[in-house]
T-cell receptor, first 114, second 110 residues
Framework: DVKVTQSSRYLVKRTGEKVFLECVQD?????MFWYRQDPGLGLRLIYF???????EKGDIPEGYSVSREKKERFSLILESASTNQTSMYLC?????????????FGSGTRLTVV | EDQVTQSPEALRLQEGESSSLNCSYTVSGLRGLFWYRQDPGKGPEFLFT???AGEEKEKERLKATLTKKESFLHITAPKPEDSATYLC???????????FGAGTTVTVRA
């Protein structure tokens, strides 16, 4: 089974801190994605990457950046954390071109910014 | 822009009481429609992919159907373990990403 591992299940950070969320997948997937999930809003795409060192903005990239130095690892960076970035963050990966299973998701990181 | 709307937001069922969840979508050329199940505090888990109108997929008590504008997830004789949030997502042709609906939270009481 493909595994997508997010380094932390719960994080509490202070306003203004630089925050790193790490995601690793073990099946040589091309694509990796970062979403945030908020009640009533569903999953919203922050950034995605279709290859090493390649990145594309999603629907809500403001306040975030990403890094993909190796194929298996995709990091989400909150440059200066703010309380409105308190959310559940979900990492996912997928294989190109076969999309018959869509994404494989990690377990999520619940981030609280105080 | 791709749009996905799920209804109802929440559904409370008695064990054995069958029901359906709706997913309405607009997309510029559908590559696939996906259903996921999400348990509290966990990431979504893949259930089905549907590619074209008229297609149906089944897994245990779940059956997903697809038309040109919407998809239904039918839950037949649900059990308490079917309680979860069910997410619908679409992928446009030529696109990498999925666009998700807000989900339907299903609670099945014994």
């Amino acid at each position: 089974d493909v595994k997508v591992t997010q380094s932390s299940r719960y994080l509490v950070k202070r306003t203004g801190e630089k925050v790193f969320l790490e995601c690793v997948q073990d099946m040589d997937h091309e694509n990796m994605f970062w979403y945030r999930q908020d009640p009533g809003l569903g999953l919203r795409l922050i950034y995605f990457s279709y290859d090493v060192k390649m990145k594309e903005k999603g629907d809500i990239p403001e306040g975030y950046s990403v890094s993909r130095e190796k194929k298996e690892r995709f990091s989400l960076i909150l440059e200066s954390a703010s309380t409105n970035q308190t959310s559940m963050y979900l990492c996912a990966s997928s294989f190109v071109p076969g999309q018959n299973y869509g994404y494989t998701f990690g377990s999520g990181t619940r981030l609280t910014v105080v | 822009e791709d749009q996905v709307t799920q209804s109802p937001e929440a559904l409370r069922l008695q064990e054995g009481e069958s029901s359906s969840l709706n997913c309405s979508y607009t997309v510029s050329g559908l590559r696939g429609l996906f259903w996921y199940r999400q348990d509290p505090g966990k990431g979504p888990e893949f259930l089905f992919t549907l590619y074209s109108a008229g297609e149906e997929k089944e897994k245990e008590r779940l059956k997903a159907t697809l038309t040109k504008k919407e998809s239904f997830l039918h839950i037949t004789a649900p059990k308490p373990e079917d309680s979860a949030t069910y997410l619908c997502a679409v992928q446009a042709k030529g696109d990498y990403k999925l666009s998700f609906g807000a989900g339907t939270t299903v609670t099945v009481r014994a």
